[in-house]
């Protein structure tokens, strides 16, 4: 139902812009949002857009750094991703939420990617 791409290996400052391709009957209506997971750490909230795209909302670590965005014509969701520090080290998941709106709760989503692998190094 969700896709990531676009995770790799970065140096500390670079940038990367992950993708999440998504059915359309689960994409259109839906509220996205991406998490994440470091090594030894719980999942955490990113970001999220509402399914307008008019509303998004951000974690404080990473605000004024990434920017999420989608484009409902090819029922896909961006992450971009600039100024890349080690601490940003995970596997980046996409979830989609029927709710509509940005929420940061991981219980709110309905489906979820299996996950991409982003690895910053210092």
């Known amino acids: 139902q969700l896709v990531e791409s676009g995770g790799g290996l970065v140096q500390a400052g670079g940038s990367l812009r992950l993708s999440c391709a998504a059915s359309e009957h689960i994409f259109s209506s839906y509220a996205m949002g991406w998490f994440r997971q470091g090594p030894g750490k719980e999942r955490e909230f990113v970001t999220s857009?509402?399914?307008?795209?008019?509303?998004?909302s951000y974690a404080d670590s990473v605000k004024g750094r990434f920017t999420i965005s989608r484009e409902n014509t090819e029922n896909t969701v961006y992450l971009q991703m600039n100024s890349l520090k080690p601490e940003d080290t995970a596997v980046y998941y996409c979830?989609?939420?029927?709710?509509?709106?940005?929420?940061?709760?991981?219980?709110?989503?309905?489906?979820w990617g299996q996950g991409t692998q982003v690895t910053v190094s210092s």
């Open positions: 857009i509402s399914w307008s795209g008019r509303s998004t």
């Open positions: 979830a989609a939420t029927s709710r509509g709106w940005t929420t940061r709760s991981s219980y709110a989503y309905d489906y």
